[in-house]
């Protein structure tokens, strides 16, 4: 099975190379493979919108394979939400990942946040070799850390804390992660169909 996934996202390149152990005959490539792609703008306005513009603008070069394209992000209730489809440009079109989370802080004390429930949200959507759009999705809910910790993972990985834990992602892990995150959610839910 050749699977082509529509990030540059190295994290989460990782994290899918985990995920989809299983499949023992899977190939993964990524858009960083065609030295001629170029991205299109995600205007969508929904996580399931871009991962749509995704997916397709892949597609449209990438014909009889299996493409997989995935929009994800942060929602922060006391930010009313924030910075949910934003999250990869919160604190500016080329932010890095440490520069986000310290505008997100930042934005958590300039008027103090009492309610630090977040949830990262993940919309996934998959073309089948013969054109078919399959739709997955995956949420996990948490609290926002008041200071970042650990060095695992990426984006605002640091920040999060899971329900029913005391430490970030960034502390717990791969491991973790592919059992619980947003995104493992999706893909088991993939998985699930493939065998279907
Ligand atoms: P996207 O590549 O446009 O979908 O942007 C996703 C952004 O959301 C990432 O750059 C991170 O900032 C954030 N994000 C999504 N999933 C995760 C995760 O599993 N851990 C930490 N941050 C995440």
Redesign the pocket.
Known sequence: MELWLA?G?KG?VNEYKIGLKELADLKIFTQADIPSFTPRP?DGKTFLE?AQIKARTLKAVKSGVWVLG?????EVEGLNNLPGIH??RYAGPKAA?SE?IAKLLKMMTIRPIANRKAR?V?STVVFTPDGAEWHFDGVMNGTISTKPVGQL?????PV?IPEGQTQT?AELGPGF?NQH???AQALKAFLEKLKA
């Open positions: 990030t996202n989460k995600e871009n995935e929009d994800s992000g942060l999250s990869a990942d986000n990262f993940c993972g990426f984006g605002y990985d999060f992602l992660k995150s947003h995104r």
